[in-house]
């Protein structure tokens, strides 16, 4: 294990820019928004002051409505698409002009537990609340018009769970007519078999070119976008983020800051029992535009235990995990291997991913769920044992796919084994 550590640190630092990190040279080359988040946890250990420098200078780029994009364009690289002059967004450092799973809150109230200078952190953290709240409150201006207490994604690409089988009927009533030629960057650093289609990727431009049109203005993308879909991961994640803002936010003496983002997760979690389904023993995805739970069993449905889903959810989850680690060699794939639709190697089509771990065992842990919590990490570490620092893995066979010498996944490890 000492030796899988100092390797995982050396991915850590040779991705690292400085003031920021890129998850992966090559196909990854600027940075994105909850891979740096998460990224921070790996960091701390090694340097404190680091960590929450990758952070805020993700927050040195949020836009004035209080959106924090998913990708920033720190420096100009030709290797990725699309890049700033596709999105055309405007601002002083170029970023895309959508969000990403909100991870913050969650992950600079762990840097900030864990910290030994407890001043300079109390000093960061303070900077980061008002923005991380900004953040939470232009969700659900944004996308919780209709007041449901869910926040819809606009874009595959926001949940992160870009190819998911998840948006595959709600993608079939987006259009790809009038999308401007372009040349994939991302099949010439990756395998094509392990990517996402052509006619997902036509889609993906599409709704980029639709907002783009409509001049980035969040207050018209929600109604506008044919697709809208309410994930419960993500949900998740803004729920477990604004709560732990809130409990660091009580510590700083910011009560009032606390109160707001403590009602929005409360309000949240009790909003998330409408997606749940018994026949699957997990949460579910709502399409927005017709108002229907999605039949698909995705680990977007389990990733909920990160929040603090009612206990019974809990352990139906770990079950269901159960029943799901009972199909394939390594946990946790990121789709149902019964559904005849799983592939093994197509990025979030059944691949596993270890920050999905590393979130889903820190739920379940806090729901006394450990034994299944030990059972993620051990799977976990043996995927790295035998397959490096991937991007992601086919969970049948422990294959290493996508980008290779991936930051987030070191960033993991070294959580794991502290
Ligand atoms: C990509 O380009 O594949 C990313 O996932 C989009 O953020």
Redesign the pocket.
């Known amino acids: 294990t000492e030796k899988i550590y100092e390797h995982a640190l050396e991915v850590l630092k040779e991705n690292d820019q400085g003031s920021y990190t890129v998850p992966t040279k090559g196909l990854y080359p600027f940075q ?1 928004n909850w891979d740096s988040c998460l990224t921070a946890l790996g960091q701390f250990h090694y340097d404190e002051a680091r960590a929450w420098t990758e952070i805020e200078t993700l927050f040195a780029n949020q836009w004035p409505d209080g959106m924090v994009p ?2 920033v364009f720190h420096v100009y690289s030709d290797g990725y698409f699309p890049g700033p002059n596709v999105w055309d967004t405007r601002r002083p450092t170029p970023t895309s002009g959508i969000t990403q799973p909100p991870v913050a809150g969650f992950a600079i109230k762990r840097l900030y537990d864990r910290a030994t200078d407890k001043a300079e952190a109390a000093r960061r953290a303070r900077a980061l609340l008002p923005r991380i709240d900004a953040w939470h409150r232009w969700f659900y201006e944004m996308r919780d018009p209709g007041h449901e207490g869910l926040v819809a994604i606009l874009h595959p ?1 926001e949940s992160g769970r ?1 190819n998911s089988i998840d948006w595959d009927e709600a993608f079939e009533r987006v259009p790809t007519d009038g999308v401007e030629p372009y040349v994939r960057r ?1 099949t010439q650093h990756a395998d094509p078999a392990h990517r996402p289609t052509k006619a997902q990727y036509d889609r993906y431009l599409y709704l980029v070119q639709l907002f783009r049109s409509l001049g980035w203005d969040n207050a018209r993308l929600h109604d506008a976008s044919p697709f809208k879909v309410v994930d419960p991961g993500f949900n998740a994640i803004l729920i477990r983020s604004a709560m732990d803002l809130a409990a660091l936010a009580d510590e700083l003496g910011e009560p009032e800051l606390a109160a707001r983002n403590r009602a929005r997760a409360e309000n949240s979690l009790a909003a998330l029992e409408t997606l749940w389904s018994d026949k699957h023993q997990q949460y579910l995805c709502r399409d927005r535009v017709t108002g229907q739970l999605i039949d698909s069993a995705s680990i977007g449905g389990i990733l909920p235990v990160f929040a603090a889903v009612p206990k019974a959810r809990a352990e139906a989850i770990a079950r269901t995990i159960e029943r799901w680690a009972n199909e394939v060699k390594y946990m946790v794939p990121s789709h149902d291997p019964a559904d005849p639709r799983f592939e093994p190697k197509r990025y979030w089509r059944a691949p596993a991913w270890l920050v999905m771990n590393y979130m889903i065992q820190d739920g379940l842990r806090s729901a006394g769920e450990t034994a299944m919590a030990d059972r993620i990490v051990t799977s976990s570490l043996e995927l790295i044992t035998q397959s490096g620092f991937a991007e992601y893995y086919d969970p049948t066979t422990g294959e290493p796919c996508g980008g290779g010498r991936f930051t987030w996944t070191a960033a993991m490890v070294i959580e794991f084994l502290e």
């Open positions: 994105w998913h990708i690409w870009d991302d």
